[in-house]
């Protein structure tokens, strides 16, 4: 019986697989400490427990209420037993699989992309040391970087749905010189979808970012239309607490 460690499942969402209705299952642990993230619990592990994978998949075929199971975090791939839920969840359900990715481990990565419909991911930052500083690791930049890139060579070969996002987080990431040197990368890799998000204050892992204001409007649009100017054939968006999704269009 294998084991996972595990935070916790949303029973039934239609906010986190396109035009389905999901479950959402959330995996502790993870490489990265990004001074903004929203989750500092599941990164450090707080109130989770190992639970066993048959346990997750029969529950998920009693949930008559979804189509589609996101596997997200945390890192999913912090933990080589995901794999193995992923496995299950494609071979013993019928339900559409999902998983969001940091793209820091591409040997597991390779192995996952065989179970999935549709993978999300976040580009950080451009990728070279300003990498290793969106993610609150600035003297490991250069591995990671190296792994995050081996990770897109993978993505570049596989032909399932993906998308990609990056958040605007002042100080760390929010020059129209940054978005631009993302883009191309999204172009790069072929993902159908770039989100732009805006930075949220409140609950972040490095205390410092508590106050930090949210990147204005006007600012996100004109971050949306740099972004959109590399990406002709790619929807490209932003994602506001003023208006919520909105698509960039030159
Ligand atoms: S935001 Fe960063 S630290 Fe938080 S879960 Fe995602 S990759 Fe890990």
């Known amino acids: 019986m294998t084991k996972i460690n595990f935070a916790g499942i949303i029973d039934h969402s239609t906010l986190d697989y396109a035009k389905k209705s999901a479950a959402v299952i959330y995996l502790c642990g993870c490489p990265y400490r990004c001074p903004w993230c929203q ?48 496995k299950k969840i494609k071979q013993e359900t019928d339900l559409l699989l999902k998983m969001d990715h940091n793209c820091y481990f591409p040997g597991r990565l390779k192995k996952a992309l065989l179970y999935l419909d549709f993978f999300t991911t976040d580009i950080k930052a451009p990728l070279d040391e300003r990498y290793g500083k969106a993610v609150g690791l600035p ?37 129209k010189e940054d978005i631009k040197e993302i883009a191309k990368v999204v172009q790069d890799i072929g993902f159908e979808i770039y989100t732009l998000q805006q930075f949220r204050p409140g609950k972040t892992l490095d205390p410092g970012f508590k106050f930090i204001r949210s990147p204005e409007l006007a600012k996100m649009k004109e971050l949306g239309k740099t972004a959109k100017k590399y990406l002709p054939g790619t929807k490209v968006q932003i994602v506001t607490q003023e208006n919520g999704f909105e698509e960039i269009k030159i």
């Open 39 to 86: 989750n500092p619990e599941l990164v450090f592990g707080k109130g989770c427990e190992m639970v066993e994978i048959d346990e997750i998949i029969k529950n998920l075929n009693k949930n008559f209420l979804i189509d589609a199971v996101c596997v997200t975090g945390g890192e999913p791939l912090m933990q080589e037993n995901t794999c193995e839920l992923l």
């Open 139 to 175: 003297g490991r930049w250069e591995k990671i970087v190296f792994n995050v890139k081996k990770s897109h060579e993978i993505l570049k070969q596989w032909s399932g749905r993906k998308e990609t996002r990056t958040t605007v987080v002042p100080t760390l990431v929010d020059t």
